[in-house]
């Protein structure tokens, strides 16, 4: 009797272990698929579950989604049968009986985009100015004084305002400082995502009896990069896949207004192990910029086109991919190395990272193409942005280069520069009608 209630009481402490282990692990690890899944209207997909668990088929809005087994009488290979497009859960338990999570699945229209790879010039005028640096000045007294360091500013703050004045550049600023020549000033300052004011007081140069409160800014910035995507629905397009940052201070650049202009490629720095390349392009018909820059983000920059941007290889939409049609293997990108030819080059996505929220290392790429290899040494500085195509759908584009390895770099997916670029599935279903009407 002794024995059988030592057994009893081992039994239980061992499922009470087991629930542990079971609960301790993440949901995602356990049943092999993401938390989320997004799934487009008109494509099933798979979805299997693994002993010891099963899908409580009635919690599924069958309004949105159905499920039916890949095989007959086969509860753990499934399909996911869109029905409509909306929003539903799958609902998993452990034995069949316990409640143990849900996936949660959201059914999106197509969405169809025209892949860029074009080298564009890029123009971007900072909202106030950005300080760079910060110097003593020597005062008609033959002191030396930093009146904006002494009230707190330091580099990589931006100025908006002086005296509530909107600064549109760094000559405005000298100009509304030495207009009130010895009077206080106030400064409306930004630093990252707060705002605060300053009182300063000038200091008047003895070297050249302008007033100055001892910052170096800097209010533009100008560079070579490569169009990521064109969305005729909405005339939005997307570049580089990282933000702009200041090459002083490394920080964000928020932007006041921009443009994009057409660029050619001059010349190619090879990238070598540990010396990243360079594309040198030159910007043409600047009078004429092809778009609008509006937004500057850590996954690229977006903005509204002129005209529809679109190029020899590609001159309809395809279709994108989530990340979820993102598999290791080969794949394509297109970019720019020659004059301004978008040209197509092999590669192959070594790794895929699967990601809940938005970064910048989605995959791990390699270049394989002899010509690109032999032209650039892989992916170079300029190259960023380039459209990764895989199965014909554009799934993502070309953010970093190792520097170790300029064979070898990351990318990022293309759902997440939708995000960024404020482009709504559920507003665009008809992109493909509306765009075949346009033309």
């Known amino acids: 009797m002794f024995r059988n209630k030592s057994n009893r009481i081992f039994l239980i402490f061992f499922v009470v272990i087991v629930l542990v282990s079971f609960y301790s692990l993440s949901f995602e690890k356990m049943i092999n698929v993401p938390e989320e899944i997004k799934i487009f209207e008109d494509e099933k997909q798979s979805f299997n579950v693994r002993?010891?668990?099963?899908?409580?088929?009635?919690?599924?809005?069958?309004?949105?989604l159905k499920l039916s087994p890949k095989t007959d009488n086969d509860e753990k290979m499934l399909y996911l049968n869109p029905v409509n497009i909306g929003k539903t859960n799958i609902q998993v338990k452990l034995l069949g009986i316990i409640p143990f999570g849900s996936v949660k699945v959201d059914v999106v229209p197509k969405t169809k985009m025209i892949p860029g790879g074009q080298s564009v010039g890029v123009r971007l005028n900072t909202k106030g100015v950005l300080v760079v640096g910060l110097e003593k000045i020597k005062g008609i007294d033959s002191k030396y004084h930093n009146p904006a360091q002494e009230a707190g500013i330091t580099v990589g703050d931006s100025i908006l305002q002086i005296n509530h004045i909107q600064i549109k550049d760094a000559d405005?600023?000298?100009?509304?400082?030495?207009?009130?020549?010895?009077?206080?000033?106030?400064?409306?300052?930004?630093?990252?995502?707060?705002?605060?004011?300053?009182?300063?007081?000038?200091?008047?140069?003895?070297?050249?009896?302008?007033?100055?409160?001892?910052?170096?800014?800097?209010d533009k910035t100008a560079g070579i990069g490569t169009l990521t995507f064109y969305h005729p629905a909405t005339n939005k397009f997307g570049a580089l896949g990282h933000a702009i940052t200041d090459v002083d201070t490394g920080l964000l650049l928020t932007v006041d207004n921009g443009q994009?202009?057409?660029?050619?490629?001059?010349?190619?720095?090879?990238?070598?192990?540990?010396k990243p390349g360079e594309i040198k392009g030159i910007f043409y018909e600047t009078s004429n910029p092809i778009g609008n820059l509006k937004k500057n983000t850590n996954f690229g920059i977006y903005g509204e086109a002129y005209?529809?941007?679109?190029?020899?290889?590609?001159?309809?939409?395809?279709?994108?991919?989530?990340?979820?049609?993102?598999?290791?293997?080969k794949a394509t990108i297109l970019t720019t190395i020659d004059n301004n030819q978008v040209e197509a080059f092999e590669i192959y996505i070594e790794k895929v990272n699967r990601q809940r929220t938005p970064n910048t290392k989605s995959m791990v790429i390699k270049v394989t193409d002899p010509r690109l290899l032999k032209k650039s040494g892989g992916i170079v500085q300029g190259?960023?942005?380039?459209?990764?195509?895989?199965?014909?759908?554009?799934?993502?584009?070309?953010t970093h280069v190792f520097v170790n390895d300029p064979s070898k770099g990351y990318g990022l997916f293309i759902e997440w520069m939708m995000q960024e670029g404020g482009i709504d599935l559920l507003e665009n279903n008809q992109i493909a009608n509306d765009y075949s009407l346009a033309k």
């Open 172 to 218: 405005h600023v000298t100009k509304i400082i030495n207009e009130n020549k010895n009077n206080q000033l106030n400064l409306k300052v930004k630093r990252r995502n707060e705002v605060f004011h300053v009182d300063i007081m000038p200091i008047q140069s003895v070297e050249d009896e302008e007033y100055k409160i001892g910052v170096w800014v800097r």
């Open 383 to 398: 190259m960023s942005g380039s459209p990764i195509i895989q199965n014909n759908k554009l799934i993502g584009a070309v």
């Open 307 to 329: 005209d529809p941007l679109i190029h020899e290889l590609y001159q309809e939409p395809i279709d994108i991919g989530y990340q979820y049609q993102v598999k290791e293997g």
């Open 51 to 64: 002993f010891p668990f099963k899908v409580d088929h009635t919690k599924i809005d069958t309004n949105i």
């Open 260 to 274: 994009i202009v057409k660029s050619k490629v001059a010349s190619i720095e090879q990238g070598k192990k540990g």
